[in-house]
Nanobody, 125 residues
Framework: QVQLVESGGGLVQAGGSLRLSCAAS????????MGWFRQAPGKEREFVAV????????YYADSVKGRYTISRDNAKNTVYLQMNSLKPEDTAVYYC??????????????????WGRGTQVTVSS
């Protein structure tokens, strides 16, 4: 397993931007596909974005496509989520997660074995 710590959350006005970071510990970070999920109050955790272990493939939820960009720097053991054109409905706790299946980009939270504790993103109208 890999240990994950998210940062970069905060309060932003609608239309603004934030960049989340997820720092991983362990020498095997580059072997994991990495994902971002979010959970709003009273709702189930939902998939946001995923990136392959080498960074060459990405996949996004329809709700964030064109506004969010996932990226990673394996030399820094860090995955990022750039969030632009934020909307109030983007308000949630955002979690990063690691998936050790390198061949398939998976989007179901149960398939990710390691999780961070989350960072709060609040978008005001």
């Amino acid at each position: 397993q890999v240990q994950l710590v998210e940062s970069g959350g905060g309060l932003v006005q609608a239309g603004g931007s934030l960049r989340l970071s997820c720092a991983a510990s362990g020498r095997t970070f580059s072997s994991y596909n990495m994902g971002w999920f979010r959970q709003a109050p009273g709702k189930e955790r939902e998939f946001v974005a995923v990136i392959s272990w080498y960074g060459g493939r990405t996949y996004y939820a329809d709700s964030v496509k064109g506004r969010y960009t996932i990226s990673r720097d394996n030399a820094k053991n860090t995955v990022y989520l750039q969030m632009n054109s934020l909307k109030p409905e983007d308000t949630a706790v955002y979690y990063c997660a690691a998936d050790d299946s390198p061949h398939t980009l998976r989007v179901t939270s149960a398939e990710f074995g390691s999780w961070g504790r989350g960072t709060q993103v609040t978008v005001s109208s």
